[in-house]
T-cell receptor, first 113, second 113 residues
Framework: AQSVAQPEDQVNVAEGNPLTVKCTYS??????LFWYVQYPNRGLQFLLK??????LVKGSYGFEAEFNKSQTSFHLKKPSALVSDSALYFC???????????FGKGTRLSVIA | DAGVIQSPRHEVTEMGQEVTLRCKPI?????LFWYRQTMMRGLELLIY????????DSGMPEDRFSAKMPNASFSTLKIQPSEPRDSAVYFC???????????FGPGTRLLVL
């Protein structure tokens, strides 16, 4: 069965510094990987996804993520954090075929001015 | 497109009352998902539909919960009778072809007193 882990409940970073939000996954076949962001009192918003192709995926708001098959990881990154990036971030995975997404528990990112 | 629409946005009810949550997916999407989000359990998939047919309801917590999708543009999640432990934010999401990106509604914040 597919699963995803976000090992950090909370990540704190100073504004202007690079940020990384970690995600590891487990699937039996090729993974479809997603990152979503949730701002307070809002629904989840799609950031980026990896299906196939280049391991480095670029998404919305300057975020990017790197697919690493050997480490089964899909960490979310941004070169320079903004205070407005403070939110809850979810990693999700699904297997090939019509299976639903499995979400991680989320990582709360706090960017401090 | 207006995106996924959910109503009501907030619902406060008393234990034992029936609660009905509503969702309108993005036009043309053939998959619809219902999720529940709590601090303790994170984001849980309750049920999902494909072309209005329920595919997997294994996440529905109890028989008190039921979901329907009478047509491609409308779905309901009903709780009868409601209990305080049902208090959560309920999200609806839709996608095209299942394997593609899910788009989330703004959620319904339910409080059962």
């Amino acid at each position: 069965a597919q699963s995803v882990a976000q090992p950090e409940d909370q990540v704190n970073v100073a504004e202007g510094n690079p940020l990384t939000v970690k995600c590891t996954y487990s699937v039996s076949g090729n993974p479809y990987l997603f990152w979503y962001v949730q701002y307070p009192n809002r629904g989840l918003q799609f950031l980026l996804k990896y299906i196939t192709g280049d391991n480095l995926v670029k998404g919305s708001y300057g975020f990017e993520a790197e697919f690493n098959k050997s480490q089964t990881s899909f960490h979310l990154k941004k070169p320079s954090a903004l205070v407005s990036d403070s939110a809850l971030y979810f990693c999700a995975v699904r297997e090939e075929g019509n299976t639903p997404l499995v979400f991680g528990k989320g990582t709360r990112l706090s960017v401090i001015a | 497109d207006a995106g996924v629409i959910q109503s009501p946005r907030h619902e406060v009810t008393e234990m034992g009352q029936e609660v009905t949550l509503r969702c309108k997916p993005i036009s043309g999407h053939d998959y619809l998902f219902w999720y529940r989000q709590t601090m303790m359990r994170g984001l849980e998939l309750l049920i999902y539909f494909n072309n209005n047919v329920p595919i997997d309801d294994s996440g529905m917590p109890e028989d008190r919960f039921s979901a329907k999708m009478p047509n491609a543009s409308f779905s309901t999640l009903k709780i009868q009778p409601s209990e305080p432990r049902d208090s959560a934010v309920y999200f609806c999401a839709s996608s095209l072809l299942g394997r593609e990106t899910q788009y989330f509604g703004p959620g319904t914040r339910l409080l059962v007193l």
